[in-house]
């Protein structure tokens, strides 16, 4: 895998992840738990 892939990869679950807290108002820290 190179790493231009894993970037996109991380930015892509960043992105649902934010997604993800503002559908159920949940704080980013939980997120990343």
């Not at 895998?1 to 939980?30: G, S, Y």
């Amino acid at each position: 895998m190179n790493e231009n892939k894993i970037k996109r990869l991380e930015q892509l679950l960043q992105a649902r992840q934010r997604e993800f807290a503002t559908k159920w108002d949940v704080p980013r820290c939980h997120m990343n738990a």
